[in-house]
């Protein structure tokens, strides 16, 4: 018989989360450079020496943040294609996919702009597979629908329709403020699509 975590299992992994969290709230707000041990510990209560209980570095916990954000990207990518919809709605599907994550994500998406040359060279090689791979998916959804484009051109497309949303974070709050998230979600999947079918 298997049991569960241990009260103390879970708040170790909830120290973890929080930690992941804060850290790029920080790093979003004063730069990789700008934050210190002593910084992260204090946003989670703790000691800046005891964040080396969970992370090995401060560079360590910058790879987690964006593999994890380039995972989760690839598998919720993947989970969308995998569903059997038609190619047009799986394209909508990939578009909402990706605009909801541009909306809950404004922090990460960020750090990974200004903070992709911080990381370890095996992290950044791991990011970038992973964000191959997310590009992959959306290539071979637009090839079911462009057929006539060659590969080349539809990575481009992709791209672009990521660039779209993802500067939606540098103005996030104004946008929300003024029209609300729902409007903006209707905006910004209306655009992508237009993007990528032009």
Same mark, same amino acid.
């Given at each position: ?5 241990? =009260?103390?299992?879970?708040?170790? /992994? &909830? ?5 992941? %969290? !804060?850290?790029?709230? +920080? ?72 605009? =909801?994550?541009?909306?809950?994500? /404004? &922090? ?5 702009? %200004? !903070?992709?040359?911080? +990381? ?79």
């Amino acid at each position: 018989m298997t049991t569960g975590p241990t =009260d103390r299992e879970r708040a170790k /992994a &909830d120290r973890h989360a929080s930690l992941l %969290r !804060e850290a790029s709230r +920080l790093f979003a707000q004063r730069g990789f450079a700008g934050v210190s041990l002593e910084d992260l510990g204090t946003a989670v209560g703790i000691t800046g020496p005891a964040v080396y209980r969970h992370f090995p570095n401060k560079q360590a916990l910058l790879g987690a943040i964006l593999v994890d954000v380039s995972r989760t990207l690839r598998d919720g990518g993947g989970a969308v294609v995998a569903a059997g919809r038609t190619s047009h709605d799986t394209l909508d599907a990939l578009i909402a996919f990706h605009v =909801d994550f541009a909306l809950t994500s /404004a &922090d990460v998406i960020r750090v990974h702009d %200004r !903070e992709l040359a911080s +990381l370890s060279e095996a992290d950044r090689r791991t990011v970038r597979r992973l964000q191959r791979e997310y590009v992959e998916l959306w290539v071979v959804v637009l090839d079911g629908l462009r057929h006539t484009i060659p590969a080349a051109a539809l990575r481009v497309r992709a791209h672009a329709c990521f660039g779209l949303i993802n500067s939606t974070p540098h103005s996030l709050q104004a946008a929300r403020d003024s029209i609300g998230d729902a409007e903006l979600r209707d905006i910004l999947r209306a655009m992508a699509r237009a993007s990528l079918m032009a």
